[in-house]
């Protein structure tokens, strides 16, 4: 609809999203993946790539015994499958030789099945020249299929084998729908720019029109960004509080935080019923008056090493006690407050309160936290799940498992939860992480990064910027939190400055990145409009201001503010009064 109304020029905004298949040269990535158990596998993702007889319907063919299994090719219905039975060694399988590259990324996939047992990992591992490589693990069953989704690289190109282990020599490995797809750089990072068009970004047409509904060719129109929507922050120490050169380098950068250690169980009741909120309860008026919204970290730690030695000595009934309490008090007292919180932190590797109040331990705390703020979603809070494909205790399938083994304790089935992904990289594998996140988005619950580093070494740099390239384009990734709170005596793995808080390698990165996200550091842009009035550009999600200039407006001063969001359903345009 347009408005008629004498001197009035107006300017007509639609926000059209991006939509459709990420597609590169013909090929599009395939973000699908399933974490539910089938009676039967689903078809091989890129019908298969360059794995031979992927569907196994043409018997053994491209397939061999690996170490001392027999193998056999069965049918079940009207479905094919290959096993390997008879095993005594965990790598005792089937295996098929490839060729692998090292300028190429490749995404693998399979479905796999054991004949007997629950909660049986099994591993995708490439024998290659230079060492094996682990392209992904799952937790199979039997009496059903499980996915296995993950990826690779290789450090020199030449033969490999793909086989499956599993350190259960007592069940058949069965496995069918078999994939491998390899991916050019190019590709990759194509998919990763299409990615962000789409899930960060919109479309703008704006049209500017005379007060008789004409258009206005070159016309000239001026966008400035003023805000990026997309939570990307950095951990924070109490430090921060009396240093003004780390305020002021942290502000101007990070719009999300999360408390390193103050709000920890150790860190406000040093001893037994003596709490101390001072730290945090200061750390949150800094957040709040810098406009930094802050994730709750953490009510409780599972590791037993980092438990109070008074909580350590006390009886089950009174930790129970004490433990109840904790929640009750920390949640209700930052109610409304926080983002998110990290309930049980590292639930999958350690298990101190399980030990001592009994394996549902981890779903009442959650229970404790829900009944004291229901508003505010629940994480769960784990490392190795996307860095280390070896891990089977944090893997993918086994981060649901538990998560939903949580969900159904009590009526947490009603709670909020989320996916909280530490990420404490040593070197990454790219392909597993992007395969990794499809299988945990298949939850549908939010996906965040909640402590990013990269040990030290001389390629830290690059590896940060190759994995938060990866993060952010990543279609489910809601956040992005990196674990480098700044303390002079060393960060806790990454520093992103020196202690006079000039940049490092790893802090340049992340400027680079926030300024190319639009994040920080905002441009502005300005074009003249076609012959009919039309303007389009490609914006990150915020906040933005447009003005309009042309001979035949005395008066350009009007500024109209308009926010860019994500997943908008309206395409109604925006209609902008400029007077004359």
């Not at 259960?168 to 990615?195: C, G, R």
């Not at 860095?387 to 009603?414: C, F, M, T």
């Amino acid at each position: 609809m347009k408005i008629h109304a004498g001197n009035i020029i107006l300017l007509l905004l639609c926000l059209v999203l991006v939509s459709g298949t990420l597609e590169v040269n013909g090929l599009s990535y395939d973000y699908t993946a399933s974490i539910e158990c089938l009676a039967n596998p689903l078809k091989p993702q890129y019908g298969g790539g360059i794995i031979v007889n992927p569907e196994l319907n043409e018997g053994l063919k491209g397939w061999s015994t690996f170490g001392n299994a027999t193998m056999e090719h069965r049918k079940s219905e009207n479905n094919s499958f290959i096993v390997a039975h008879s095993r005594n060694q965990p790598h005792d399988s089937i295996f098929q030789n490839v060729h692998l590259e090292i300028d190429k990324l490749y995404t693998f996939s399979a479905w796999v099945q054991v004949s007997n047992g629950s909660d049986v990992p099994v591993t995708a591992v490439f024998n290659t020249p230079t060492g094996f490589v682990h392209a992904g693990i799952t937790i199979a069953e039997s009496n059903c299929w499980t996915m296995l989704k993950g990826g690779l690289t290789v450090n020199a190109s030449g033969p490999a084998e793909l086989y499956f282990e599993s350190e259960n020599t007592m069940a058949e490995i069965w496995v069918d729908s078999i994939s491998l797809q390899p991916f050019t750089q190019e590709k990759w990072k194509s998919h990763q720019y299409q990615s962000i068009e789409k899930i960060r970004k919109s479309k703008v047409k704006i049209q500017a029109v005379d007060a008789h509904g004409n258009p206005l060719p070159n016309a000239t129109i001026s966008i400035e960004q003023k805000g990026g929507s997309f939570p990307f922050g950095c951990a924070m120490d109490k430090l921060i509080l009396s240093n003004t050169a780390y305020q002021n380098w942290f502000t101007s950068r990070f719009r999300v935080t999360t408390f390193e250690n103050e709000m920890k169980w150790y860190s406000t009741e040093t001893s037994e019923g003596h709490q101390d909120y001072s730290g945090p309860d200061a750390m949150l008026r800094f957040a709040k008056q810098h406009n930094i919204a802050v994730r709750g970290h953490n009510v409780f730690w599972d590791d037993p090493q980092h438990q109070q030695g008074w909580l350590k000595s006390l009886p089950t009934k009174r930790l129970t006690t004490d433990a109840y309490w904790r929640a009750r008090n920390i949640v209700t007292r930052y109610k409304g407050q926080l983002i998110a919180w990290d309930v049980v932190n590292e639930n999958l590797h350690f298990n101190f309160f399980e030990s001592r109040m009994g394996p549902l331990a981890s779903g009442i705390m959650y229970n404790w936290a829900l009944k004291a703020d229901g508003a505010t979603p629940l994480f769960l809070n784990e490392y190795n799940t996307i860095e280390d494909s070896r891990d089977w205790k944090a893997s993918p399938k086994a981060y649901i498992n538990r998560l939903r083994g949580i969900q159904r304790v009590l009526d947490n089935y009603k709670g909020r939860f989320g996916i909280g992904l530490e990420s404490h990289f040593v070197t990454p594998n790219i392909p597993y992480i992007r395969a990794s996140i499809d299988y945990l988005a298949t939850a549908k619950l939010p996906i965040w990064i909640t402590e990013l580093d990269v040990q030290s070494g001389p390629n830290q740099a690059l590896y940060l910027e190759q994995i938060l390239r990866e993060l952010h384009s990543h279609p489910q990734v809601q956040g992005i939190v990196i674990w480098s709170a700044w303390q002079p005596q060393g960060c806790y793995r990454m520093c992103l400055t020196d202690n006079n808080f000039k940049n490092l390698a790893t802090g340049n990165v992340v400027d680079k990145l926030l300024h190319e996200w639009g994040l920080r550091s905002f441009e502005s842009t300005s074009a003249a409009t076609d012959a009919n009035g039309f303007f389009e550009a490609s914006l990150f999600h915020g906040d933005y201001e447009v003005t309009i200039t042309h001979p035949s407006v005395t008066n350009s001063s009007l500024v109209h503010r308009f926010n860019v969001a994500p997943k908008s359903e309206s395409h109604e345009p925006l209609q902008l009064k400029l007077f004359a």
